[in-house]
C-alpha cells in the first residue's frame, strides 16, 4: 500500500480533522494529475484550458457557441475566457464571428488546425486516465466518482 498523505507531505501533526484530510488529499491527487496532464498537452502545444476548449467545441453544435457557453462548460472556472479564446485564435485553433442578428453574440467553432489537435490528442490523454486510474477495479471506480459527486453538492 502506498504512504498516507501525512508521510507524503512529511506532517508529523495529525490532520485537524478527518474533513481536512479528505481535502487536502483531494487537493494532492488533483496537482498530480494535472501535471501529469500538461505534460502529455504540452507535446501539441496546448494548455489543459485550451484542450477543454477544444473538447467542448468539438461536441458542440455546428454553429458554435458563445463565450458564455464556453465558460459554463468548462471544468474549472476561469475569469477571463475571452482572452483565454483570444490566444486559442490567434493559435488558428478557433474562430470567432459575431452574429448578424445580434451583435452582441459571438460564435466561437474549431478551426480545422483546432480539431487535428484534439483529435489527435484523444488516445494519448485516454492513455494517461489509464495509466492513472488502471489499478482501480471497475467498483471502486465507480465509488470514486459517485463519492467526488457528493463532495461537490452542496448540503
Not at 488546425?113 to 471502486?140: M, N
Amino acid at each position: 500500500m502506498s504512504p498516507d498523505l501525512r508521510h507524503e507531505i512529511r506532517q508529523r501533526r495529525p490532520f485537524e480533522s478527518l474533513q481536512q484530510e479528505a481535502y487536502l488529499n483531494l487537493a494532492r491527487t488533483h496537482a498530480g494529475l494535472e501535471e501529469a496532464l500538461e505534460r502529455v498537452l504540452a507535446g501539441h502545444a496546448v494548455t489543459q484550458q485550451q484542450y477543454n476548449v477544444l473538447r467542448i467545441l468539438r461536441g458542440a453544435p455546428p454553429e458554435g457557441l458563445a463565450r458564455n457557453e464556453i465558460r459554463d462548460r468548462l471544468l474549472t472556472r476561469m475569469p477571463d475566457v475571452t482572452r483565454l479564446l483570444d490566444r486559442m485564435e490567434a493559435a488558428g485553433l478557433v474562430t470567432r464571428e459575431r452574429s448578424a442578428e445580434d451583435r452582441r453574440q459571438t460564435a466561437t467553432r474549431l478551426t480545422r488546425k483546432g480539431r487535428r489537435v484534439v483529435d489527435a490528442l484523444d488516445a494519448p490523454v485516454a492513455e494517461e486516465h489509464r495509466r492513472r486510474l488502471a489499478h482501480l477495479s471497475e467498483k471502486q471506480l465507480h465509488e470514486l466518482v459517485g463519492l467526488l459527486t457528493l463532495a461537490r453538492t452542496p448540503p
